[in-house]
């Protein structure tokens, strides 16, 4: 059974960086399309970025565009989610997961499945 487990996460002021890694246990990841989702208190899950397997489809949120860039490295078995001159507003529990589908723009938590524990991301001064 594939699990994924995320980290990286943390306080930081605004401006500042985050690299976040989602990592698998026992299974690989190669074959499947990873997305990155954070939902915050009080707040709907929302989609943030995804890869499919080969990273020739890759999405990203309007909100994280130009800010947040994500890869994966097959050797590591590995997806990450760099995240770039962050803002408050950007502050959420992060959440990895994997899809039999592809890397859909539209993001939806529903075409996602094996999700991690989240790893808290807080921006503030």
């Known amino acids: 059974q594939l699990q994924v487990v995320e980290s990286g996460g943390g306080l930081v002021q605004p401006g500042g960086s985050l690299r976040l890694s989602c990592a698998a246990s026992t299974a690989t990841l190669s074959g499947y399309p990873i997305g990155w989702f954070r939902q915050a208190p009080g707040k709907e899950r929302e989609g943030v970025s995804c890869v499919n397997s080969n990273s020739r489809i890759i999405n990203y949120a309007d909100s994280v565009k130009g800010r947040f860039n994500i890869s994966r490295d097959d050797a590591k078995n590995t997806v990450y989610l760099q995240m770039n001159s962050l803002k408050p507003e950007d502050t959420a529990v992060y959440f990895c997961?994997?899809?039999?589908?592809?890397?859909?723009?539209?993001?939806?938590?529903?075409?996602?499945?094996?999700w991690g524990q989240g790893t808290q991301v807080t921006v503030s001064s």
């Open positions: 997961a994997a899809t039999q589908y592809y890397c859909k723009a539209a993001l939806r938590p529903d075409d996602y499945f094996t």
